[in-house]
T-cell receptor
Framework: AQRVTQPEKLLSVFKGAPVELKCNYS??????LFWYVQYSRQRLQLLLR??SRESIKGFTADLNKGETSFHLKKPFAQEEDSAMYYC???????????FGQGTRLTINP | EAQVTQNPRYLITVTGKKLTVTCSQN?????MSWYRQDPGLGLRQIYY???????DKGDVPEGYKVSRKEKRNFPLILESPSPNQTSLYFC??????????????FGPGTRLTVT
């Protein structure tokens, strides 16, 4: 079974501080991992996926298969990063996307 | 512009009155899905479709129906809505192959209140 756990419902950091949003997953095969973001009053949108290995808006995420984690990191938080962040997993070859419960990130000025 | 649209955006209805929420995408995506978003529970999948006439249950399908008669449309039907279906609903679509497979595009959401 596929499962995604985001242990922090709320995370608050100061502007300029590093931020890390945790994501752990459970899946027996080779997963595809994603981070989606939902800004206030907007629809969910893809932030990044582990296959692309890109840095989007200063965020990066590394898939750690040994720890079954896909934490989202940014070295210097900005106020516009305040949003709801969802980690999601898709099993290889399948399109069922399972989401974590989400973490609401607040960046304080 | 590539997008997923949903209608209506807001709906207040009464218990038992059948309703349909429409979803349409213009990206020729094979895959479409419905989610509900509830505080503390995140996004939960209701139904999904891999192609025309191919649908399957997600994690919380009870009380919902879907159909996929055309590739671009994937309506969500509540035959007899109940208050526990009060939620924010999102439709999403994606490709099934290629470098963008699995990257879901979401609609703006439909806020449903059942009294």
């Amino acid at each position: 079974a596929q499962r995604v756990t985001q242990p922090e419902k709320l995370l608050s950091v100061f502007k300029g501080a590093p931020v890390e949003l945790k994501c752990n997953y459970s899946y027996s095969g080779s997963p595809e991992l994603f981070w989606y973001v939902q800004y206030s009053r907007q629809r969910l949108q893809l932030l990044l996926r582990h296959i692309s290995r890109e840095s989007i808006k200063g965020f990066t995420a590394d898939l750690n298969k040994g720890e079954t984690s896909f934490h989202l990191k940014k070295p210097f938080a900005q106020e516009e990063d305040s949003a709801m962040y969802y980690c999601a997993l898709s099993g290889q070859g399948a399109q069922k996307l399972v989401f974590g419960q989400g973490t609401r990130l607040t960046i304080n000025p | 512009e590539a997008q997923v649209t949903q209608n209506p955006r807001y709906l207040i209805t009464v218990t038992g009155k059948k309703l349909t929420v429409t979803c349409s995408q213009n990206m020729n995506h094979e895959y479409m899905s419905w989610y509900r978003q509830d505080p503390g529970l995140g996004l939960r999948q209701i139904y999904y479709s891999m192609n025309v006439e191919v649908t399957d249950k997600g994690d919380v399908p009870e009380g919902y129906k879907v159909s996929r008669k055309e590739k671009r449309n994937f309506p969500l039907i509540l035959e007899s809505p109940s208050p526990n279906q009060t939620s924010l609903y999102f439709c999403a679509s994606s490709l099934l192959s290629g470098s963008k497979r699995g990257e879901q595009y979401f609609g703006p959401g439909t806020r449903l209140t059942v009294t």
